[in-house]
């Protein structure tokens, strides 16, 4: 299969069942509350030694958010409901809290809740005050900017992690026009966020390693200066893969962003350095949810 | 199916509990089950078809037609469905209700929403006092719930209130949020004196600054309250009647008190707020 000179393989993407919850972060202006998301996505990329996965769906108009005022959707994932629980109280408390004017809020109800401002709540050191609305309780805690607004609690839903495609560029310079460009197309995708900084890995890995204490190393059949060293997935003309993670709140949030991106990859074509389009698996024994390139594309 | 309608047809002498009337209460009856249903009136029992001609059938919308200040216990203790009182209401409306909807187009007695648990009440008119505190011998008023008054309210709104919102688009009398634990109160007309005493928390707002402040609340000067962006936008979205909530903004004066007590509560009292009723 091939689209516009972009040869797909013929493999699947394999992505594993997680945890996730999706809050709104509002402040003062627009810019303050991407200060906030940015602060809470940072160090987010993969739960291998981040603790969680987050990354900002999008952004929210005054009147789509509960106070009013501007904010960011952010979905945070995590491999359990407990780490979810941790990351959310240390995550919101240390960049959400700690950013002038912010609020925060749940962005997914479910009948699986979990604290959100119930934790958070202590550090008003007594002066706090719950105030229910609408069958919502709310935390109001007082902060030297003012007051500090978060939910009580936020919603777990089932999501998915690990969605990915790789993308084989003659040069890195390619390969990153290309993906930019596709994580545009993603990140207009409702239920979908790319967790890796820009949204794009530089440094794909595989399970294991030759040292017992590395869970995860370098996946050198992607490495372009391993060509000849090592067993190979690189033909000649590739000086570089570029790999884009998707994680999403569904299987068809996956699919739709892992369609829109490839699409919009392969518009560069040959002539712009865009060879070949690929998926990372593990033989299916990581995940039960595999996106089968051709099938997504067809 | 239509509403069940109970038109009194004359004005009792003394009053008449109206508590067994409720969509909980008569789920299930029949025209006939209904009629017979003996009332409290006074000393005596009277049954429902001596005072009220009865029609229709659905008894989770009830409608009360020519009601007057001596049926009292409307919706008590309700749970669900929908009472429309045309006329005024007697004391204790609403007293425990769980859920559903009353709505009242004249004007309602005393504890009126005593120990409300849940679910709307509006009423067009004014109230008496009590609104929304505690039944008798009980140690809390309303704990959830919310309640509009489009006219005026009495003495003691809120008194010991735990929970829920009432929300009074005219005056309110004297100890208004008495020795109130939690909720919220919204005053869009003048307050009575000595309002927020023995307040251990919960919000009072009001659009006018008191009259008189009692001493042990403490002046935090003019703030922007962030939360209350959040909690009028909300309420504008539950409940259209709230719509004029869009045109306040977050700044208000603070008074945080009453210090002879936690001292967490307090009175909100809005900067340029606009008021189109």
């Known amino acids: 299969m091939e689209i516009n000179g972009v040869k797909i393989d013929n493999t699947f993407a394999e992505a594993f069942p997680m945890k996730a919850t999706r809050l709104i972060i509002t402040a003062m202006t627009l810019k303050w509350a991407y200060r906030a998301a940015n602060s809470l996505t940072g160090f987010a990329s993969s739960v291998i030694a981040c603790g969680c996965e987050a990354g900002i769906e999008g952004e929210l108009k005054p009147d789509e958010t509960p106070d009013g005022r501007p904010g960011i959707a952010i979905i945070i994932f995590a491999m359990s409901k407990s780490a979810l629980i941790d990351q959310l109280t240390k995550r919101v408390g240390q960049s959400v809290m700690t950013t002038a004017t912010s609020a925060c809020f749940s962005g997914s109800h479910s009948d699986k809740m979990v604290p959100l401002g119930s934790n958070l709540r202590y550090f008003g050191d007594g002066y706090q005050i719950s105030k229910k609305i609408n069958g919502i309780r709310y935390w109001r805690i007082p902060v030297m900017h003012g007051e500090f607004v978060c939910e009580e609690t936020t919603g777990v839903v089932p999501a998915i992690g690990g969605g990915n495609f790789l993308v084989y560029a003659k040069t890195s310079r390619h390969g990153l026009t290309a993906c930019e460009r596709a994580v545009d197309a993603i990140g207009k995708v409702n239920g979908a966020v790319t967790t890796f900084p820009g949204g794009i890995v530089g440094s794909g890995s595989k399970i294991g390693s030759k040292y017992k204490f590395m869970p995860a190393s370098t996946n050198e059949v992607y490495c372009p200066t391993l060509k000849g060293q090592v067993k190979t997935e690189l033909s000649e003309n590739i000086g570089s893969v570029l790999e884009i993670v998707i994680d999403g709140l569904s299987e068809e949030a996956i699919r739709t962003a892992m369609l829109v991106g490839i699409k919009e990859v392969c518009k560069f074509g040959p002539k712009k350095g865009i060879y070949q389009i690929s998926a990372g698996n593990y033989g299916g024994k990581l995940g039960p949810y595999h996106f089968n390139l051709r099938d997504i594309l067809a | ?277």
């Open chain 2, 1 to 277: 199916m239509t509403a069940l309608l109970l038109t009194l047809k004359k004005q009792p002498e003394l009053p008449v509990d109206l508590s067994p009337l409720t969509p909980d209460k008569l789920k299930g009856k029949s025209k006939a089950q209904i009629s017979a249903i003996k009332l409290i009136n006074g000393k005596d029992k009277t049954p429902v078809s001596t005072l009220f001609s009865v029609s229709g059938s659905d008894t989770e919308n009830i409608r009360i037609q020519r009601s007057c200040r001596q049926l009292t216990h409307i919706g008590e203790d309700m749970s669900f469905g929908e009472i429309q009182v045309r006329g005024d209401a007697g004391n204790y409306l609403g007293k425990h209700m769980h859920g559903g909807h009353i709505k009242v187009s004249g004007h309602s007695g005393d504890s009126t929403a005593c120990g409300l648990k849940g679910g709307l009440i509006e009423i067009d008119g004014d109230v008496g006092d009590r609104l929304g505190a505690n039944f008798i011998g009980e140690l809390h008023g309303m704990s959830d719930g919310t309640v509009i008054v489009s006219g005026n309210a009495g003495h003691r709104v809120g008194e010991r209130m735990r929970r829920g919102t009432i929300v009074v688009r005219g005056h309110v009398g004297e100890y208004c949020a008495n020795w109130m634990l939690a909720g919220s109160i919204i005053v869009l007309g003048k307050t009575g004196n000595y309002l927020g005493n023995g307040m251990k928390r919960g919000t009072v707002i009001l659009t006018k600054k008191p009259r008189h402040m009692i001493a042990t609340f403490r002046h935090c000067g003019l703030l922007k309250i962030e939360f209350l962006r959040l909690f009028f936008k909300q309420m504008a979205l539950a409940n259209k009647e709230f719509n004029f909530f869009r045109n306040f903004g977050p700044e208000a004066i603070r008074f945080a008190g009453d210090v002879s007590c936690e001292g967490l509560g307090e009175i909100l009292v809005l900067k340029n707020a606009r008021i189109s009723k």
